[in-house]
Protein backbone atom coordinates (compact mmCIF):
# COMPACT_ATOMS: atom_id res chain seq x y z
CA UNK A 1 0.00 0.00 0.00
CA UNK A 2 1.42 3.38 -0.66
CA UNK A 3 2.71 5.50 2.08
CA UNK A 4 -0.23 7.47 4.34
CA UNK A 5 0.83 11.04 3.73
CA UNK A 6 -1.56 12.69 5.52
CA UNK A 7 -1.25 10.48 8.68
CA UNK A 8 2.78 11.58 8.16
CA UNK A 9 1.43 15.01 8.02
CA UNK A 10 -0.52 14.84 11.11
CA UNK A 11 2.21 12.83 13.34
CA UNK A 12 4.71 15.53 12.83
CA UNK A 13 2.37 17.68 15.07
CA UNK A 14 2.86 20.57 12.70
CA UNK A 15 0.50 22.75 10.44
CA UNK A 16 -1.76 20.80 8.48
CA UNK A 17 -2.97 22.55 5.39
CA UNK A 18 -6.32 21.24 3.39
CA UNK A 19 -9.06 22.45 0.63
CA UNK A 20 -12.46 21.21 -0.29
CA UNK A 21 -13.74 20.43 -3.17
CA UNK A 22 -17.71 18.83 -4.20
CA UNK A 23 -16.33 18.37 -7.92
CA UNK A 24 -15.54 14.58 -9.03
CA UNK A 25 -13.42 15.86 -12.05
CA UNK A 26 -9.61 14.62 -11.56
CA UNK A 27 -8.35 17.79 -12.88
CA UNK A 28 -10.23 19.49 -10.18
CA UNK A 29 -7.62 17.72 -8.11
CA UNK A 30 -5.15 18.04 -10.04
CA UNK A 31 -5.55 21.95 -9.92
CA UNK A 32 -5.08 21.66 -6.00
CA UNK A 33 -2.20 19.08 -6.59
CA UNK A 34 -0.17 21.45 -8.27
CA UNK A 35 -0.20 24.39 -6.13
CA UNK A 36 1.92 22.70 -3.88
CA UNK A 37 0.59 23.89 -0.73
CA UNK A 38 -1.57 21.58 0.37
CA UNK A 39 -1.56 18.41 2.59
CA UNK A 40 -4.93 17.23 1.46
CA UNK A 41 -8.11 17.49 -0.31
CA UNK A 42 -11.25 16.45 1.33
CA UNK A 43 -14.09 15.49 -1.01
CA UNK A 44 -17.48 16.15 0.02
CA UNK A 45 -19.01 13.12 -0.87
CA UNK A 46 -22.01 14.03 2.19
CA UNK A 47 -23.03 16.62 -0.36
CA UNK A 48 -21.91 15.80 -3.91
CA UNK A 49 -23.13 12.97 -6.02
CA UNK A 50 -20.33 10.59 -7.31
CA UNK A 51 -20.27 7.10 -8.04
CA UNK A 52 -17.32 4.37 -7.22
CA UNK A 53 -15.41 4.79 -10.46
CA UNK A 54 -15.45 8.70 -9.11
CA UNK A 55 -13.39 7.97 -6.18
CA UNK A 56 -10.91 6.23 -7.26
CA UNK A 57 -10.03 8.40 -9.95
CA UNK A 58 -9.85 11.17 -7.15
CA UNK A 59 -7.36 8.93 -5.34
CA UNK A 60 -5.46 8.51 -9.02
CA UNK A 61 -5.06 12.21 -9.58
CA UNK A 62 -4.33 13.24 -5.82
CA UNK A 63 -1.34 10.89 -6.22
CA UNK A 64 0.43 12.28 -9.44
CA UNK A 65 1.00 14.85 -6.80
CA UNK A 66 1.65 13.32 -3.46
CA UNK A 67 -1.47 14.70 -2.52
CA UNK A 68 -3.51 13.00 0.71
CA UNK A 69 -6.93 12.80 0.40
CA UNK A 70 -10.17 12.58 2.99
CA UNK A 71 -13.57 11.88 2.48
CA UNK A 72 -16.36 13.62 4.55
CA UNK A 73 -19.27 10.65 4.16
CA UNK A 74 -23.23 10.51 5.13
CA UNK A 75 -24.39 9.48 8.58
CA UNK A 76 -26.38 6.65 7.73
CA UNK A 77 -24.19 4.85 5.03
CA UNK A 78 -21.11 5.74 6.68
CA UNK A 79 -19.40 2.17 7.03
CA UNK A 80 -20.17 0.98 3.95
CA UNK A 81 -18.79 4.41 1.73
CA UNK A 82 -16.09 4.57 4.04
CA UNK A 83 -15.20 1.15 3.20
CA UNK A 84 -15.57 1.62 -0.61
CA UNK A 85 -13.35 4.77 -0.55
CA UNK A 86 -10.41 3.47 1.62
CA UNK A 87 -10.25 0.76 -0.81
CA UNK A 88 -10.22 3.41 -3.38
CA UNK A 89 -7.18 4.97 -1.77
CA UNK A 90 -8.68 7.53 0.26
CA UNK A 91 -6.09 8.32 3.32
CA UNK A 92 -8.97 9.88 6.18
CA UNK A 93 -12.47 9.66 6.68
CA UNK A 94 -14.49 12.43 7.91
CA UNK A 95 -17.75 11.21 9.91
CA UNK A 96 -20.63 13.43 10.49
CA UNK A 97 -23.73 13.34 13.12
CA UNK A 98 -22.25 11.49 15.76
CA UNK A 99 -23.14 12.49 19.20
CA UNK A 100 -22.20 9.62 21.89
CA UNK A 101 -18.74 7.98 22.74
CA UNK A 102 -19.61 4.68 22.57
CA UNK A 103 -21.38 5.52 19.27
CA UNK A 104 -17.87 6.67 17.61
CA UNK A 105 -16.03 3.67 18.85
CA UNK A 106 -18.21 1.70 17.29
CA UNK A 107 -18.04 3.55 13.33
CA UNK A 108 -14.28 3.47 14.38
CA UNK A 109 -14.37 -0.38 14.56
CA UNK A 110 -16.08 -0.54 10.87
CA UNK A 111 -13.35 0.43 9.38
CA UNK A 112 -10.44 -0.77 11.66
CA UNK A 113 -8.83 -4.21 10.26
CA UNK A 114 -10.29 -7.06 11.19
CA UNK A 115 -6.86 -8.53 13.37
CA UNK A 116 -5.71 -9.74 16.53
CA UNK A 117 -4.33 -6.49 17.41
CA UNK A 118 -6.67 -4.00 15.65
CA UNK A 119 -9.89 -5.98 16.17
CA UNK A 120 -12.02 -4.26 14.03
CA UNK A 121 -14.59 -5.37 11.26
CA UNK A 122 -12.88 -4.79 7.94
CA UNK A 123 -11.58 -7.93 6.29
CA UNK A 124 -8.86 -8.18 3.65
CA UNK A 125 -10.20 -5.68 0.72
CA UNK A 126 -8.29 -6.60 -2.72
CA UNK A 127 -8.81 -3.62 -4.00
CA UNK A 128 -6.61 -0.30 -5.89
CA UNK A 129 -4.84 0.14 -2.25
CA UNK A 130 -2.88 -2.90 -2.67
CA UNK A 131 -1.97 -2.47 -5.64
CA UNK A 132 -4.78 -5.48 -6.82
CA UNK A 133 -2.35 -7.71 -5.45
CA UNK A 134 -3.98 -11.03 -4.02
CA UNK A 135 -0.69 -11.96 -2.01
CA UNK A 136 0.35 -9.05 -0.51
CA UNK A 137 1.32 -9.92 3.49
CA UNK A 138 -1.87 -9.44 5.54
CA UNK A 139 -0.33 -8.50 8.62
CA UNK A 140 0.94 -5.90 6.88
CA UNK A 141 -1.66 -4.52 5.16
CA UNK A 142 -3.49 -4.73 8.72
CA UNK A 143 -0.85 -2.14 9.92
CA UNK A 144 -1.56 -0.02 6.69
CA UNK A 145 -5.16 -0.16 7.07
CA UNK A 146 -4.65 1.08 10.95
CA UNK A 147 -2.45 4.36 9.81
CA UNK A 148 -6.01 5.88 8.21
CA UNK A 149 -6.85 8.95 9.26
CA UNK A 150 -10.33 9.58 11.72
CA UNK A 151 -12.32 12.89 12.04
CA UNK A 152 -15.47 13.59 13.43
CA UNK A 153 -17.76 16.33 12.93
CA UNK A 154 -18.99 17.99 16.53
CA UNK A 155 -21.93 19.38 15.15
CA UNK A 156 -25.10 18.64 17.67
CA UNK A 157 -25.79 19.84 21.17
CA UNK A 158 -25.34 16.36 22.50
CA UNK A 159 -21.75 15.58 20.55
CA UNK A 160 -20.41 18.92 22.65
CA UNK A 161 -22.10 17.98 25.57
CA UNK A 162 -20.28 14.78 25.41
CA UNK A 163 -17.03 16.34 23.95
CA UNK A 164 -14.82 14.73 26.54
CA UNK A 165 -15.52 11.40 26.23
CA UNK A 166 -15.78 11.93 22.54
CA UNK A 167 -12.10 12.98 22.20
CA UNK A 168 -11.12 10.52 24.68
CA UNK A 169 -11.87 7.44 22.12
CA UNK A 170 -9.11 5.64 20.96
CA UNK A 171 -8.98 6.24 16.99
CA UNK A 172 -10.06 10.18 17.11
CA UNK A 173 -6.78 12.00 15.20
CA UNK A 174 -9.06 15.46 14.78
CA UNK A 175 -12.30 17.08 15.10
CA UNK A 176 -14.19 19.99 14.05
CA UNK A 177 -16.87 21.88 15.30
CA UNK A 178 -19.88 22.20 12.68
CA UNK A 179 -21.42 25.87 13.15
CA UNK A 180 -24.10 25.85 11.14
CA UNK A 181 -25.65 22.49 12.30
CA UNK A 182 -25.08 23.07 15.70
CA UNK A 183 -26.60 26.42 15.69
CA UNK A 184 -29.97 24.73 13.44
CA UNK A 185 -29.61 21.66 16.49
CA UNK A 186 -29.47 24.11 19.54
CA UNK A 187 -32.64 26.44 18.29
CA UNK A 188 -29.81 29.39 17.50
CA UNK A 189 -28.95 31.15 14.58
CA UNK A 190 -25.42 31.49 13.42
CA UNK A 191 -26.11 35.15 12.39
CA UNK A 192 -27.61 36.18 15.59
CA UNK A 193 -26.22 34.32 17.98
CA UNK A 194 -22.44 34.88 16.49
CA UNK A 195 -20.64 35.31 20.55
CA UNK A 196 -23.13 32.32 22.06
CA UNK A 197 -21.64 30.08 19.08
CA UNK A 198 -18.13 31.28 18.75
CA UNK A 199 -18.09 30.61 23.07
CA UNK A 200 -19.17 26.66 22.19
CA UNK A 201 -16.24 26.63 19.40
CA UNK A 202 -13.72 27.69 21.82
CA UNK A 203 -14.49 24.90 24.11
CA UNK A 204 -14.27 22.50 21.36
CA UNK A 205 -10.84 23.83 20.21
CA UNK A 206 -9.78 23.65 23.90
CA UNK A 207 -11.05 20.14 24.90
CA UNK A 208 -9.50 18.43 21.84
CA UNK A 209 -6.02 20.44 22.23
CA UNK A 210 -6.40 18.82 25.94
CA UNK A 211 -6.79 15.31 24.82
CA UNK A 212 -4.34 15.56 22.08
CA UNK A 213 -6.73 15.50 19.45
CA UNK A 214 -6.21 17.64 16.35
CA UNK A 215 -9.14 20.68 15.98
CA UNK A 216 -9.16 21.06 12.49
CA UNK A 217 -11.05 24.60 12.02
CA UNK A 218 -13.00 25.55 8.38
CA UNK A 219 -12.32 29.15 7.48
CA UNK A 220 -13.18 30.94 3.77
CA UNK A 221 -10.07 33.39 4.28
CA UNK A 222 -6.26 33.43 5.34
CA UNK A 223 -7.03 36.12 7.31
CA UNK A 224 -8.89 34.46 9.86
CA UNK A 225 -5.35 32.39 10.86
CA UNK A 226 -4.31 34.46 13.61
CA UNK A 227 -7.35 34.00 15.67
CA UNK A 228 -7.81 30.65 15.76
CA UNK A 229 -3.93 29.95 15.77
CA UNK A 230 -3.80 32.01 19.68
CA UNK A 231 -6.46 29.31 20.13
CA UNK A 232 -3.72 26.49 19.38
CA UNK A 233 -5.14 25.36 15.95
CA UNK A 234 -2.54 24.19 13.70
CA UNK A 235 -4.66 22.14 11.20
CA UNK A 236 -7.64 24.43 8.50
CA UNK A 237 -9.64 23.91 5.86
CA UNK A 238 -9.26 26.47 3.51
CA UNK A 239 -12.04 27.22 1.12
CA UNK A 240 -14.32 25.22 -0.91
CA UNK A 241 -14.71 25.02 -4.61
CA UNK A 242 -18.28 26.11 -5.03
CA UNK A 243 -18.29 28.86 -2.53
CA UNK A 244 -14.85 29.87 -4.31
CA UNK A 245 -16.51 30.26 -7.35
CA UNK A 246 -19.86 31.45 -6.42
CA UNK A 247 -17.48 34.62 -4.32
CA UNK A 248 -15.58 35.49 -7.44
CA UNK A 249 -18.71 35.17 -9.42
CA UNK A 250 -20.86 37.62 -7.35
CA UNK A 251 -17.98 40.46 -6.53
CA UNK A 252 -16.74 40.64 -9.91
CA UNK A 253 -19.98 40.68 -11.78
CA UNK A 254 -21.27 43.09 -9.33
CA UNK A 255 -18.07 45.02 -9.87
CA UNK A 256 -18.58 45.02 -13.88
CA UNK A 257 -22.38 46.24 -13.04
CA UNK A 258 -20.66 49.23 -11.25
CA UNK A 259 -18.40 50.34 -14.48
CA UNK A 260 -20.70 49.40 -16.84
CA UNK A 261 -23.29 51.79 -15.58
CA UNK A 262 -20.73 54.26 -14.94
CA UNK A 263 -20.15 54.03 -18.94
CA UNK A 264 -23.87 54.82 -19.96
Known amino acids: MRENTLRTAMDKDGV ?5 MHMTWP ?26 NDLEDICRAAELHNLATIIKVDYENRSYVAQKALAS ?12 GDEVKETIRSIRPASLTHKGALGFVNRRWI ?32 IEEICQVDGVDFIQFGLADFAMNSGLNAKEDVDKIKDIERKVIATAIKYHVSPRVEIRHASEIPYYKELGVRHFALGTDLRILKDFWRMEAQQAMTLLKEER
Open 16 to 20: VLATR
Open 27 to 52: LVTELIGVCGYYDYVEFLAEYAPFDH
Open 89 to 100: GFQGILFTDHTK
Open 131 to 162: GCEELSSQQQYAEDVAKTVIGFMIEKKEAVDN
